[in-house]
Nanobody, 119 residues
Framework: QVQLVESGGGWVQAGGSLRRSCAAS????????MGWYRQAPGKQRELVAT???????RYVDSVQGRCTISRDNAKNTVYLQMNSLKPEDTAVYYC?????????????WGQGTQVTVSS
């Protein structure tokens, strides 16, 4: 059983910062891509940022330059540092990992955590 534990969400004023973390535990042979997604009310879930096992990153245009994704492979943890937050960043943020075990590849989502940015 593989589990994800997210932390670091909450409320912040516009212009502020938050740091999210997501730790994976359990039977993981290889942790591949890790990422963060978000879903605002009435909108579809969208990618925020991803990072490969080799450290390559990708960001949605709206957070480019304001957010940094990183990972600690020894701890099976992915981080999202969010700076200069805007009210439009308000959403439920979900951690996602892609991992391998035996001959299979799995996709797992965290439980999601609300991030609210007030103007």
């Amino acid at each position: 059983q593989v589990q994800l534990v997210e932390s670091g969400g909450g409320w912040v004023q516009a212009g502020g910062s938050l740091r999210r973390s997501c730790a994976a535990s359990g039977s993981i042979y290889r942790l591949n891509a890790m990422g963060w997604y978000r879903q605002a009310p009435g909108k579809q879930r969208e990618l925020v940022a991803t990072i490969t096992s080799g450290g390559s990153t990708r960001y949605v245009d709206s957070v480019q330059g304001r957010c940094t994704i990183s990972r600690d492979n020894a701890k099976n943890t992915v981080y999202l540092q969010m700076n200069s937050l805007k009210p439009e960043d308000t959403a439920v943020y979900y951690c996602n990992i892609v991992y391998s075990r035996s001959s299979y590849v799995y996709d797992l989502w965290g439980q999601g955590t609300q991030v609210t940015v007030s103007s």
